[in-house]
């Protein structure tokens, strides 16, 4: 009799364990995250990883989302549009009930046209073309600020700080790089200067000594470049070897500890507009010391960033106990944010209302914020 019933509780117990691990695997909720995570700018991919995981291993620690375990659903772009579209189609098909993501303008803009069919909201921390917010959809939603606002930051500070009216602007041509020169030139002839110079490089491209001749030639005192870290290094370097004085300025794609490392000496004196230290913003502090303590580093520029918009999700879907996009976006957008930035608020285009910029300058092979 005993043995009997021993029998009949081991096996109650052994469909259970069953029935409960099928059915935890099976009700996990998927997040998207999309970025490049390979790649030149594998960099910037790493913080927007540890960023997202940061936040995913607190939120599953205390129980998950509506009680289930957050899985991560990783998508690499490697910054290409096309790619960008094909991530974004693989994370509706698996329906995620959001993403973070994706981190160039290039990429985040059409991916966001596939989201909105889907019904996915999206959450960037790092694209800045005014456009991602100003075609009227409902589900994007950007923590950080746009090209509008730190073009003014860069020309103001040429204009009013360095005191130059000679600037020359070069470009990339990606959608973030063209778009921060464009706006740098709107604020810049705002103040009554044109620039002596305007053109655009090529990604990957090795040599860009003949453009920069080209540039030299002008006189500028000053060239702004709108585009992301890995051809900075190089511009800032062969600029030195043809013996360029310039003074270079770029917005926030070239503040990486790459482009200080890597271009040494010749990143010297360069300005970077960006926003300011996070380092010293209180409510970041815990999520800076998580990271030091799980990865060994310090935090990137986008690090804190990435953290904050996978928050904001998780919070918005267990406040409306919802996987509705429309639901969750309703909420984040009408919602006063307490976040490790700080206090954050969205306008009805999925814009922080506000968007501090400042501006860095690389002093004895790091960034110091100007004061």
Same mark, same amino acid.
């Given at each position: ?9 081991c ?18 909720l ?22 997202v995981?940061?936040?995913? !291993? ?11 375990r ?27 009930v959001?993403?973070?993501?994706h ?6 803009i ?9 019904g996915v ?7 800045t073309?005014?456009?991602?917010? !100003?075609?009227?959809?409902w ?22 700080k ?15 790089g ?10 810049l ?9 305007y ?9 860009y ?21 890995? !051809? ?27 482009f ?17 230290d ?7 502090q ?10 060994g ?32 976006a ?29 501006v ?12």
């Open positions: 009799m005993g043995r009997g019933w021993l029998r009949v509780v096996n109650a117990l052994a469909l259970l364990l069953l029935v409960t691990t099928n059915a935890y695997a099976a009700g996990t998927k997040v998207g995250v999309a970025g490049p995570l390979t790649g030149d700018q594998g960099a910037l991919g790493q913080e927007l990883k540890n960023g995981t940061i936040a995913v !291993e607190e939120w599953n620690a205390k129980g998950g989302l509506l009680g289930r957050i899985e991560i659903v990783w998508g690499d772009d490697q910054h290409d549009p096309k790619q960008a579209v094909a991530v974004a189609n693989k994370f509706v098909n698996e329906e995620v959001g993403v973070v993501g981190f160039n303008s290039s990429c985040s059409p991916a966001s046209n596939i989201y909105r069919d889907g909201v999206q959450l960037t921390p790092a694209s073309n005014p456009r991602f917010t !100003e075609r009227g959809l589900n994007v939603f950007r923590v950080c600020g746009r090209d509008d606002q730190q073009g003014g930051a860069a020309a103001n500070f040429i204009v009013k360095l005191k130059k009216t000679k600037v020359a602007v070069l470009h990339d041509k990606t959608t973030y063209q778009g921060l020169a464009d706006e740098t030139v709107k604020a002839e705002k103040a009554g200067i044109k620039p002596v110079y053109g655009n490089i090529t990604q990957g491209e090795k040599d000594r003949p453009v920069l001749t080209s540039i030299k030639q002008t006189n500028p005192e000053v060239l702004f470049y709108g585009g992301i870290y890995p !051809e900075a290094i190089l511009l800032t370097k062969q600029m030195r070897e043809l013996g360029m004085k310039t003074a270079f300025i770029s917005g926030d794609g070239v503040w990486a500890k790459e200080v490392e890597i271009a040494g000496k010749a990143a010297e004196g360069a300005f970077i507009t960006f926003t300011p996070q380092t010293r913003i209180k409510e970041a815990g999520v800076i010391q998580q990271h030091k303590a799980k990865f580093t310090a935090v990137g520029a986008y690090t804190v960033y990435s953290y904050v918009a996978a928050v904001l999700l998780f919070e918005a879907i267990a406040a409306t106990q919802s996987t509705d996009g429309a639901k969750i309703e909420h984040i957008r009408k919602t006063k944010w307490k976040t490790a930035l700080g206090p954050i608020q969205f306008d009805h285009k999925g814009d922080v209302l506000v968007s501090p910029y400042v860095w300058e690389v002093k004895n092979g790091r960034f110091v914020e100007l004061q």
